[in-house]
């Protein structure tokens, strides 16, 4: 695995973590997009060849760290260049510059997946609409991750305000993590400790983005626009924990999955037993299977 820095924007330079398959692989590039208070690291189990649910052995991966997060740096002096649309720019360049880099080129052989958890599957599906025209063929599917809707969300202010102060501190991340993101019976001390690291990890106009102003973002007419202009049928796999609060299955089989059907995608919906809105940590199995049905 290789650490690779993007130059996206001014003031920003995003990082991801990159992996190469052993043998020659006519598999897509995978590219995972995290959560609102993730990082790449989020996808330990899926890209880690020391777990039972890696993909990195068979597939070429990039685990985005997305602007602000992680190892990933964004503007300091702009309160609103953390939004769901700049985000979706850094990946659709990051795309372009593995696609015009003579030693990752090959990455992009056989195109790519996104695969986007909560805020990071709200970018997934805004990045789709600002690729270059060299790469509008290369999209071969999304699986998206307790996905955010592509329409606007407006929490109650009092949510938003508790929202505002989850990650301030590695006490008040553990509190969020165990009372509202995960199941803790799902969760080991690592995946704890690596969540309380990455939450803390992110710049503070990053944090107060997503509950100020990108969750109310409206991405939905450019999503439908280039969902509905694909050669093909794009493969859109669902996925929404049974016992999630922040984005309960049933808003994730109205305001995603219906949404994304009326616009022309092949969208099939699985809702993850005994897990809340980790996935990743708590069930990365389900999005292996998703994954490699494709």
């Known amino acids: 695995m290789s650490s690779t820095f993007f130059s996206t924007a001014s003031q920003t330079s995003i990082h991801a973590r990159i992996t190469h398959p052993f043998k020659q692989s006519d598999k897509p590039l995978l590219v995972f997009l995290h959560y609102w208070g993730g990082a790449s690291s989020t996808w330990y189990k899926l890209t880690s060849l020391e777990t039972p649910t ?3 052995d068979a597939y070429p991966t990039a685990a985005v760290d997305l602007r602000g ?3 990933s740096t964004g503007p ?6 953390y939004s769901v649309s700049a985000m979706a720019a850094d990946v659709a360049s990051v795309l372009l510059q593995l696609h015009q880099d003579a030693d990752n080129g ?3 052989a056989n195109g790519f997946v996104l695969i986007g958890q909560s805020m990071g599957a709200k970018v997934a599906l805004a990045a789709l609409s600002q690729l270059s025209d060299t790469l509008l063929k290369a999209p071969k599917g999304v699986v998206l991750v307790a996905p955010a ?20 501190s590695a006490e008040s991340v553990r509190w969020t993590v165990t009372n509202v ?6 969760l080991s001390e690592l995946d704890l400790e690596t969540v309380v690291r990455d939450s803390l990890s992110g ?3 990053a944090k107060t983005a997503w509950p100020s102003y990108g969750m109310e973002e409206d991405i939905s007419k450019a999503a439908k626009n280039v969902l509905s202009n694909l050669a093909t049928r794009i493969p859109v796999r669902a996925l929404a924990g049974e016992l999630d609060i922040v984005e309960p299955r049933e808003r994730v089989e109205k305001e995603v999955c219906q949404f994304l059907e009326d616009a022309g995608a092949d969208v099939s919906f699985r809702v993850v037993d005994g897990v809340k809105h980790l ?3 708590e069930r990365p199995e389900a999005i292996y299977e998703a994954v490699v049905g494709l």
């Open 54 to 56: 890696c993909l990195s």
């Open 69 to 71: 997060w992680g190892k």
């Open 76 to 81: 300091l002096d702009d309160e609103r260049a």
């Open 106 to 108: 090959s990455l992009l």
């Open 149 to 168: 809707p592509p329409t606007p969300l407006a929490l109650p202010a009092e949510m938003r305000e508790q929202q505002r102060g989850a990650y301030a």
């Open 181 to 186: 993101l995960a199941n803790p019976d799902n």
């Open 203 to 205: 710049n503070p106009l």
């Open 279 to 281: 996935i990743p940590l």
